[in-house]
């Protein structure tokens, strides 16, 4: 089994950053990618940011140039920087993880998610 924790959430006004952190442990053989999805009361969950092991990224247009993805392989944790923060950005936010954990077997994993709280 793969366990992701994530931390960082919180309550911050408009125009404010927060950085999120999430650290894999468990069966990990290697992890293909990991990303951040986010889902706020009565919509469906969407992809904020991925980022690949070899250091790719990818993000959602509602947050380029103010959110930034980050891995640190070594530790099998990511991180999502969020700087210039709007209301809308309001949201569970969940961890996600592509892994293997054998040479063949491999499974999508998510963390418990973190409120994100954003005040105008």
């Known amino acids: 089994q793969v366990q992701l924790v994530e931390s960082g959430g919180g309550l911050v006004q408009a125009g404010g950053s927060l950085r999120l952190s999430c650290v894999a442990s468990?069966?990990?053989?290697?992890?293909?990618?990991m990303g951040w999805y986010r889902q706020a009361p009565g919509q469906q969950r969407d992809v904020v940011a991925a980022?690949?092991?070899?250091?790719?990224?990818d993000y959602a247009d509602s947050v380029k140039g103010r959110f930034t993805i980050s891995r640190d392989n070594a530790k099998n944790t990511v991180y999502l920087q969020m700087n210039s923060l709007k209301p809308e950005d309001t949201a569970v936010y969940y961890c996600?993880?592509?892994?293997?954990?054998?040479?063949?077997?491999?499974?999508?994993?998510w963390g418990q998610g973190t409120q994100v709280t954003v005040s105008s």
């Open positions: 996600n993880a592509r892994v293997y954990t054998d040479y063949t077997k491999w499974d999508d994993y």
């Open positions: 980022v690949n092991s070899g250091g790719a990224t």
């Open positions: 468990g069966s990990i053989f290697r992890i293909i990618a």
